[in-house]
């Protein structure tokens, strides 16, 4: 980790250490996923099957899970992990009930009543990702608030393993979150099913979920046909966390490296008042480090991260809102006195006794969040993710009466005179049934 | 206008005669506005100059409308234009009002608080379109949400007219909405000015409002860069006309008109339960089309259009959720009953006296709405597209002590040890202190 010091820095230098690595070049990436796209938007489920073979190295003959997979599933989930799953999910239902909206309706004037409703997404795709980790997690942030939201067909994909069978623990996070359709297909292939349809697989309006480059890439070529909308654009995961000197360096050392381990690209940020807390921290993640399973991949993060020195805890938020990062963490005195001024952040979390993997699982806040610095215009996942809003206006006689006029002349000044007639020809029609 | 008998139809004619006319192919665009795009980042307000000179054919030397402007626009805009101008903005601002969120918070467990809430956007831009039409509504569609989200910074830019100046019912609507900073500049090149920020232009967060082709193309190369997020994917404007055999046809054949003047690629579709009904319309198009300054541009649009015949109403509207209408009109008996069954729709126009013109201008319901089919997945603007929001959680000692191992099982299933540790640490902390 490399110490800035923010003090002794020109503005130009700030921006600098504040720019995330550029993520890797795409390089034929963009091709070999738009030959995936094509090759399952033409074949259906026998180039699924085939790209699952060359893929994930799985042989598959039904590509939807059964319910005798599913009850295979419950029973090899132990009891403690399945009551996990349970308390997790109900943390995240309690926070996720309260975001469900209200319908509006306005007299914005006499006659003239103006409404806002909304309506579930009818049919979305949630990606669940496989590979060296099996994330139940995932399964919860999406599962649950869909089903709230009311989506009429929810699908989960998501790659099988190598026996062709695909983790007991994500089957039963879905069977928790009442999703029913679960296929076995993962990568690019996968985004493309759930955006083009295949003979087994239905198409979605929205798509959501985290994924590796092949799954962000075809997740933003889909959406740029205009197949299918995605939820959020992707980059790697972070943390940004603000200590002051009264901060225990080992609670901040493994938030740091709690985010550290998720992939070599993930980056870690320490702001803080304190050059010796920097001095400590450091200490503590060498510590830690050495007790690690999954320490090369969090040395790797470490060696893009940084920490910065600031002045002042009000400096350390400054900092931080300028950088907008997806997790934020206030290990400060008081922290919740804060909050107000956290402009750019995707989660936040207050005090000591609140690690990014209270959020990460159970806290009842999404872990979908957005990364590089999206979170300057973009929110978390929530219920309002999977609804639209529809707006509705009707005029009665007397609305129409009163508020043509207006109508008439600003179509007029924008020379828009078809506009204009359709409200002339209604005034006329009012007009003439007076005089009879 | 083609009729469409949907009785007699398969689902595979039914679907395609459903499918949007395909936008113009971009042949060469991509790399043109690219070569603006780079032009603007490297060269800034010379190259923004340069640019407006060669399509714009004017030479400006100040790019930013001073209050000087200001002043003469307001003067020269008449008081019957102002007074509707206003007229629109309170009917908006009131429907618009009632959208600003309110924060939430949730004690999901004893000593886990999860709090959602909701801050504006720093910094937006809005685009303003210029050209043959002036459009001041838009001005107000932008400015007004913005202004109720308390964005910081509000920057609205639009093309400058032959004579160097802005079209002064924009800069009026402007001041109304309270937007003191605007540019003279539009095309990509104002798209660009406002992703990366030039000299006089600041770099903004998103960017709000529709353009034409280079504008559209210009919004998703820097959304795509992510160099700034965008409000909605763009595609021609369209209206779906719901009529039953009681409507006026002279009604209907007004609103299909009024979305024909648009331009050329618009689209129109009539749906009814009423073969007599089509012929009716079709007479009544022809008649008022004989009065129209835009005749030529709404007669393109209406040969690619199409009348859509089929038995009830119910069956009306579940075509139009089929079709995603970014405007949807129901001239049918009682049609607010029929408000329940629209899942996809950007806006909602109810009964005889409820023209699209009104919501185009007036009735206070924002008129930049999802087109092409993207109302399955995108709402229309609303205060809620200039805020996100942030989550916070915040644990105490009790707190953590009964969510840890909840945490600590979850991260243990998903190989994740140093979000495991994170926790364990903490309970120890605890522990300890507790041992004492």
């Known amino acids: ?34 030959e995936i796209l094509a090759a399952v938007k033409s074949g259906g489920d026998e180039a699924l099957r085939s790209l699952t073979a060359k893929f994930d190295q799985v042989e598959l003959s039904a590509l939807e899970v059964t319910s005798e997979e599913f009850a295979a599933a419950r029973k090899s989930v132990g009891q403690g992990a399945r009551e996990a799953l349970e308390h997790a999910a109900r943390n995240i239902e309690k926070f996720h009930l309260a975001q469900i909206p209200v319908n509006q309706a306005i007299e914005t004037q006499p006659g003239v009543t103006c409404e806002r409703q909304y309506r579930p997404i009818v049919r979305v795709g949630l990606y669940v990702p496989g590979g060296s980790a099996c994330l139940p997690s995932t399964v919860l942030m999406l599962g649950i608030p869909s089903r709230l939201a009311g989506c009429e067909l929810r699908v989960l994909v998501t790659p099988p393993r190598k ?36 003979e087994s697989i239905p198409k979605v309006d929205k798509i959501f979920g985290p994924g590796n480059a092949y799954v962000t890439e075809a997740k933003e070529q889909v959406a740029s046909q205009s197949a299918s909308a995605i939820d959020m654009p ?27 381990e998720h992939g070599p690209d993930s980056q870690v940020v320490l702001v803080t008042d304190s050059e010796e807390m920097v001095t400590k921290v450091q200490a503590e993640i060498a510590a830690q480090l050495a007790t690690l399973p999954r320490a090369s991949i969090a040395t790797q993060a470490l060696e893009k991260s940084l920490s910065i020195v600031v002045n002042s805890v009000a400096e350390a938020i400054a900092v931080s809102n300028q950088y907008a990062p997806e997790h934020l963490i206030l290990q400060v005195d008081m922290a919740a006195r804060y909050k107000d001024r956290i402009l750019n952040a995707g989660s936040v979390f207050l005090g000591p006794w609140s690690p990014e993997s209270a959020g990460d699982y159970a806290s009842g806040t999404n872990h979908v969040l957005p990364t590089y610095g999206y979170a300057r215009s973009y929110s978390g996942l929530s219920v309002d993710s999977f609804l639209k809003q529809i707006t509705f206006q009707e005029l009665t006689e007397k609305g129409i009466k009163a508020l043509g006029p207006v109508i008439e002349t600003l179509a007029t000044i924008e020379g828009l005179d078809a506009h204009c007639q359709a409200v002339t020809l209604r005034l006329k029609a009012l007009g003439s049934r007076e005089t009879l």
């Open 1 to 34: 980790m490399r110490t800035f010091f923010w003090k002794n820095s020109t503005d130009e230098q700030r921006l600098a250490a504040l720019q995330r690595p550029a993520t890797l070049a795409k390089g034929d990436l963009s091709a070999k996923v738009a």
């Open 163 to 198: 026996d062709g069978s695909v983790d007991p623990f994500i089957l039963e996070a879905a069977r928790i979150c009442r999703i029913d359709k679960v296929f076995k297909v993962g990568g690019a292939q996968a985004i493309a099913a759930l955006a083009y349809g295949t």
């Open 234 to 260: 992707a980059g790697p995961s972070e943390v940004l966390v603000v200590a002051d000197a009264n901060a225990d360096p080992v609670f901040v050392a493994a938030d740091l490296l709690s985010q550290a």
